[in-house]
């Protein structure tokens, strides 16, 4: 699959016999470019790299393809043996990218020489991770992810652990476990690696000092599972998605204490973890949906402003460019989406 050439902005098509009352309201952004792409399976998790020169995606059928932001470079790939359910870009170089699978194996793969340079495992007894942070502090080396056990051989009951792994030395560094047990769907760092929220398949966010490990925020915030979580841009806030539910703003400082909340179409089915995801002064946000399009909104508005992806399934992964207007959504038909924004202030 290749790249498809700019398409129009108009995408009130996606909207042809959607029956949400959601966009109500006229949008006030305009899509000035489409690229369309295809990915060679369902995708399973789209990232720009932190230069925001190249997209990085992978699918359900275990291939990682990574097209260079210019149309004019070739795209390069990796093929593993089992679906690919985590990914994100090492944040310093811009060519190593780790991706985790169902196997409960993550590798480094340095994307410019198309080689795999190291690989850790979580303990046997844990499966499926379905996301990978890079710390965004100073010394840089510090990556976690989740992963997931049976409390026992005939238990249907699963707990999860957060693993922080040394990304130079390729060892374990500490985990969490939850207390009281249950299953780690979303996590995110603040910007100095001091704070980690995590949101919890019971439906309620904790906050972890990761200095310590120690937790010193638990709530309920959402009546069934909360699906994705991420720290505003100015600290202060945290967003948060519940299974049938809305998507809700926290005081960070102020525990259970909710901002506002914004009406929500629905995620895709059978997902557990959900893209949440800010553009880089925090005044929009993008999540999938289980429509064919993602979602836009303006953080001061209730409704989405716009839906936003060609695509002709769930769309199940989303990410912001680190500089530009720029979004990236991608779909369970194999679709990928990159669209141009400007936005009328």
């Keep these: 699959g290749g790249g498809g050439g700019g398409a129009s902005g108009n995408l009130g098509s996606v909207l042809a016999g959607a029956t949400s009352p959601v966009y109500t309201v006229a949008p006030s952004v305009d899509v000035t470019n489409e690229e369309l792409f295809s990915a060679s399976a369902a995708v399973t998790c789209l990232r720009f790299s932190p230069d925001g020169n190249a997209l990085a995606c992978s699918s359900e059928d275990g291939l990682i393809r990574v097209w260079p932001n210019d149309s004019k470079g070739t795209s390069t790939s990796f093929q593993v043996a089992s679906p690919i359910t985590a990914l994100e870009w090492e944040p310093t170089v811009g060519q190593l990218i780790l991706f985790g699978s ?18 850790v495992s979580l303990p046997s007894s844990y499966r499926k991770i379905s996301q990978i942070k890079c710390t965004r502090a100073k010394p840089y080396n ?37 207390d009281p047990p249950t299953t780690i769907n979303s996590f995110d760092f603040n910007h100095n690696g001091t704070l980690c929220v995590i949101g919890c398949h019971d439906g309620s966010i904790r906050i972890f000092d990761c200095t310590t490990m120690k937790s010193i925020a638990t709530w309920k915030a959402h009546t069934h599972t909360c699906n994705a979580v991420r720290f505003s841009s100015d600290e202060t806030s945290i967003f948060s998605l519940g299974m049938g539910d ?44 289980r429509e064919s399009y993602a979602c836009l909104y303006d953080v001061s508005r209730k409704e989405p402003i716009r839906p936003l992806g060609s695509h002709a399934g769930a769309v199940v992964a989303v990410d912001w460019h680190p500089t530009k207007q720029t979004c990236v959504t991608g779909a369970l038909d194999a679709s990928v989406c990159v669209s141009r924004l400007s936005f009328r202030r």
């Design 102 to 119: 169902a196997d409960g194996k993550v590798k480094l793969w340095n994307s410019v020489t198309d080689k795999i340079v190291g690989d």
């Design 246 to 289: 809305k998507i809700k703003k926290w005081n960070v400082h102020s525990t259970g204490k909710m901002l506002t909340s914004y009406d929500y179409i629905g995620s895709p089915h059978s997902l557990s973890h959900v893209d949440l995801s800010l553009d880089a002064d925090g005044s929009n946000f993008l999540l999938g949906s």
């Design 142 to 178: 510090i990556f976690a992810m989740n992963g997931s056990r049976k409390e026992g051989i005939t238990s249907t009951k699963v707990t999860s652990s957060l693993f922080f792994f040394d990304i130079i030395k390729l060892q374990l560094v500490r985990k969490t476990r939850m």
